[in-house]
């Protein structure tokens, strides 16, 4: 019953011409106009060295963490260097924002404060710098207490505090993410526009998974109503159906990666395999939000498939496809937009990839859309478990 069923929901899939379009054709029609408009603007460019500063304040000059990772990120021997750094007064700071001659300045208090005066995506590595060493400073200061801890339970009350704290931050620093300028490979405002399309690709199979649901459902299909008087388990048929829209839609997006590469000659760099993962994986989380819609609404396919397009394209807006600043606007403004948007999950794992020698950040963007995708199955099946018709 699953491989009969399997095959018959494969067959009728692509016979929807509706999903064929959204699924298949659109994403390479629009990765065609991208390439068109953009095919010529930072071809190979490399990243300028970012101007900053830092407020040398006293909070700063008792952060060994800080101090070491902006010197290395600032060192001129190194030839990926990312940032030129200038130490200076908040007033001064100010004065150098004001006349362009940086991009912004840190200013660490209890929690460090990253001011700059417009958007664009200088300011986001810088964000996104200033964040990584908060987390690795977090971590350290996590690791020493934990250490003083066990001092103290085993009755050791003098305690050298100074030498837990410089043997924890000797542990850091050999797994240190250090961010390195290698963009000039692999990075451009076209390559982000790439990232974005393989996002709402990923996402346009919610389509794929939303009219899989409703031709089970009784009150959407005939086919549902056989299937709710049939005497065969319903999870299995459900499943199976649910099984074939993900094989199309890793089909569409199969298409989609080889178009891009050998006709658009997209250059994904290196991490081509890890940028396949988190594609099934964001794919994964697409369909899962199309199911849950099938499953939560009461309204008829058309209104569906417009509110699963619309979802998507919101995401992908906010996520950067429109405009490569609205990522880091909404991260600096309302960041629990992004934590829950699975568009935004999706291409800022593209972003570790390339910002980061670490796969920690890529991971956690992994991590995020399978949470996401459990999520909508746990609803959808909560959704369908409560469904009953007096009549069908």
């Not at 260097?81 to 004065?95: C, D, G, I, M, N």
Request: hydrophobic share 45%; proline share 2%; glycine share 6%.
């Amino acid at each position: 019953m699953f491989i009969h069923n399997f095959k018959y929901s494969f067959k009728t899939l692509f016979k929807n011409k509706m999903l064929i379009f959204w699924t298949f054709a659109f994403p390479i029609i629009l990765g065609t106009f991208f390439n068109l408009a953009f095919s010529n603007i930072e071809n190979s460019e490399k990243l300028d060295i970012i101007n900053i500063a830092i407020i040398e304040n006293e909070e700063f000059k008792n952060n060994e963490i800080y101090i070491k990772s902006f010197k290395e990120l600032s060192d001129e021997k190194n030839e990926n260097r990312l940032f030129s750094v200038q130490y200076t007064t908040e007033e001064a700071a100010k004065e150098l924002l004001q006349n362009n001659k940086i991009i912004g300045y840190m200013i660490l208090e209890e929690k460090p404060k990253v001011v700059v005066k417009e958007s664009g995506i200088n300011e986001t590595i810088f964000k996104y710098v200033t964040e990584e060493i908060t987390q690795t400073t977090d971590i350290i200061n996590n690791i020493a207490k934990e250490e003083i801890k066990k001092e103290m339970s085993t009755g050791n009350y003098s305690i050298d505090y100074e030498k837990i704290y410089k043997s924890v931050l000797e542990i850091i620093q050999n797994q240190e993410v250090n961010i390195q300028n290698i963009s000039n490979n692999n990075l451009s405002y076209t390559m982000i526009e790439f990232y974005t399309l393989i996002a709402m690709a990923c996402l346009y199979g919610g389509i794929l998974g939303m009219v899989t649901i409703n031709q089970n459902l009784a009150n959407m299909s005939n086919n549902g109503k056989r299937v709710s008087i049939a005497p065969t388990s319903k999870g299995i048929v459900i499943l199976s159906s649910v099984l074939a829209s993900y094989i199309a839609q890793l089909i569409g997006l199969t298409l989609l990666f080889i178009y891009t590469i050998f006709v658009l000659k997209v250059d994904y760099g290196t991490n081509l395999p890890l940028i396949i993962l988190l594609g099934i994986v964001g794919s994964l989380a697409g369909l899962s939000m199309g199911i849950a819609i099938a499953t939560l609404l009461k309204t008829n396919e058309n209104v569906k498939t417009g509110i699963v397009i619309s979802v998507t394209m919101l995401g992908c807006f906010l996520s950067g496809m429109m405009g490569i600043t609205m990522k880091y606007i909404i991260d600096k403004n309302m960041p629990i937009i992004n934590k829950i948007n699975p568009a935004s999950m999706i291409t800022d794992g593209f972003y570790s990839l390339y910002y980061y020698d670490t796969l920690d950040r890529f991971y956690f963007n992994i991590a995020s859309l399978l949470v996401f995708a459990f999520i909508m199955i746990v609803i959808a099946f909560l959704s369908l478990r409560r469904q009953k018709y007096d009549s069908i």
